[in-house]
């Protein structure tokens, strides 16, 4: 795999845009502190006076989107669209509305993932079912409950008219949309791919991963990849890559700000089919390998591993041995997700994104252990999925 990252769009807490999550981990610790220090829109005090979550704190469609067109959107829809946007921008493919490069809404898809939807549009349409009526439904938000109607949305709000597919796999799915891209760029499909994904902070997941146990308190220790911590910090966004062939980006003079050169999946069943969940070393250590494999490089030339550790003590134990069995022990680790919460296939994409900064210069962060280099030239990006089921992709600077 050679594919040529050419622009990346961000909606996360630290901010909307590429700028801001390069800003934020020149200082992770303020970062971090901002992304979980905003008033609730979702899980109220109120009602929720425990919880600890990270949404995206001010975000206002209308001043990407305008201030039409737009109402009946749910959050993971409108996330996604100002995403791609900033992608396209980013990629120099359009400017506001207009396309001004070669490529045009014909030759550009999308491979998107998310890992629950929006469950808030699911949620609020069977209330009215369950607590009023079938008949107060609004028709004009029902399709908002289909799994893949946010990234059909980024289609037609775009004007992108090759394929569009989603990837709907929990928490690897952001990675695997590279394979999905890979295979219709190989394909002749199109010349162009959104890859990337998000979800967003919900009631009903909040409380099904507090049922589990699975939620750290906000007072509680939460410190991704340390044995001491408590559990979850739930967080949300979305990030699209603008990946298309090398010698597209080239031919159009457009900037390549990293190189897409690796990708390995693995899964891993539980010993005991009545278990659910399920952490495997043996499945990270070898989606690493594959993905190191297939980039063509021996495992000493990465420089650090973008983790997918979020606090849960036996998941991230279970990562950190399969990245020490496929790299060694002496490689950088950093834990992102401790500077905007569990994002599940959000996260993937923020990783993906954060490794594109981290290539262009900015300090990789928060760094669970090790030291880097002075100039970052290969990153790992791994997802951990909660069923034995892991992802990577290795990123590399052009």
Known sequence: MRLAVTGVGVVS????GAGRLREAFEDPDAARARAFAGEPTVLERA???EAHAAEVWGFDPNEALGDKGHRNLDRLTKYLIVAAKDALADAGVKQGAAFVSPLGGEHIGVCSATAYGSLDSITELNLVAELEDPRYINPARFPNTVINAAAGYVSIWEELRAPNATIVDGNCGALDAVLSCETHLAHRRADAFLVGG???????LYL???RLGAIAGGGARWAPGSRESKGLHLGEGAAYLMVERVSGAQARG????????????????????????HAS??????????????????????????????GLPPFDAAELAGIDEALGAGVAVAAPK????ESFAGAGALGMASAVAWIGGAPPGPLVRGDVPSAT??????????????????????
């Open 254 to 277: 457009a900037p390549i700000r990293a190189l897409l050169r690796g990708y390995g999946t693995a899964f891993d069943a539980p010993r005991e089919t009545s278990r659910l969940l």
């Open 13 to 16: 807490p630290l901010g909307v």
């Open 338 to 341: 401790a500077m905007w919460g």
């Open 377 to 398: 030239r290969h990153v790992v990006v791994v997802a951990m999925g909660y069923y034995g089921n892991v992802s990577a992709v290795v990123l590399a600077a052009p």
């Open 208 to 210: 099904a991963f507090r």
């Open 281 to 310: 070393s043996a499945g990270v250590a070898r989606a690493i390998r594959g993905a190191v494999s297939d980039a063509g490089i021996e495992p000493s030339a990465i420089d650090v591993v973008c983790s997918s550790l979020g």
């Open 198 to 204: 998000g979800d967003v902070v919900t009631e009903p």
């Open 47 to 49: 009602k929720f006076p």
